[in-house]
């Protein structure tokens, strides 16, 4: 409730109406085929990202201190494999097979995990934070250039499994019980970050039909100027989420 002597917060700018692209159906939109097969890629790189997700965290299970972490992070796991499985159903849905749409960005995904697997619990709370942040991140930008119905399908798988708030509490009270703790863990969300980002870029420079749409030559308004922006709000939202486990960026 406002006092008398608070001024009330100026209002929101409201969002821009949602124009070319953004503003049609998937059955409007995908009669573009490079619009399409932009789509099936991005459908196919995040549901390999979701399936992998769900393996990692099966496994970092294994180095849960507790019981109650170990559920903790079971829960986690089977909320990915459901966001896996609604971008299968979807990518059946439009007569693309899920295996084929996985396949090109298996080895991108599966070579970060391989050079960024935890040494023990903390490294790995803080691997699933930020890595995949930036991911949903990256993700949410190209999701507002998408057409209605693949939009609400994106936004929906990342939606927010828990894991956040509870790698946060754990960091936070781990480095309070030994602040030695915080520069190995900076250190190592640093190498997460430059991971990330490395291979999203390969990527993207690999599959020509994700090129397109971020550039500009598919979804309106997104030139090369402002995938530099995006670049670094993804970078400042990295920044808050360091700040929010108590590491410096």
């Not at 972490?69 to 079971?74: F, G, M, N, Q």
């Not at 709370?125 to 890595?131: Q, S």
């Not at 708030?165 to 915080?182: L, S, T, W, Y």
């Not at 980002?197 to 993207?204: E, N």
């Amino acid at each position: 409730m406002e006092t008398p002597d608070t001024p009330a917060e100026p209002a929101a700018p409201e969002a821009p109406a949602p124009t070319g692209i953004a503003a049609q159906d998937w059955a409007t939109a995908s009669v573009e085929p490079t619009y399409r097969d932009a789509v099936i890629d991005l459908l196919g790189a995040l549901a390999y990202g979701e399936l992998a997700a769900f393996e990692r965290l099966a496994e970092d299970a294994k180095l849960a201190p507790t019981l109650g972490d170990k559920a903790e992070l079971a829960k986690m796991a089977s909320a990915e494999f459901h966001h896996f499985e609604r971008l299968r159903d979807r990518l059946s849905a439009i007569d693309t097979e899920p295996t084929a749409a996985m396949e090109p960005f298996a080895k991108a995904l599966d070579d970060f995990h391989r050079l960024t697997a935890p040494s023990d619990w903390l490294e790995g709370l803080v691997k699933a934070y930020v890595g995949d942040s930036i991911a949903s991140d990256f993700y949410r930008e190209v999701a507002a250039r998408l057409d209605t119905d693949t939009r609400s399908l994106v936004l929906a798988v990342l939606d927010d499994t828990g894991h956040g708030n509870f790698a946060v509490e754990k960091v936070r009270a781990a480095i309070e019980a030994d602040p030695r703790v915080g520069g190995r863990l900076a250190l190592w969300a640093r190498r997460l970050m430059g991971e990330a980002l490395s291979q999203a870029q390969r990527v993207v420079a690999e599959r020509d039909s994700l090129s397109t749409m971020l550039v500009g030559g598919v979804a309106d308004g997104f030139d090369l100027a402002e995938v530099g922006r995006m670049f670094s709000r993804i970078t400042e939202a990295h920044t808050k989420r360091m700040a929010a486990l108590g590491l410096a960026a």
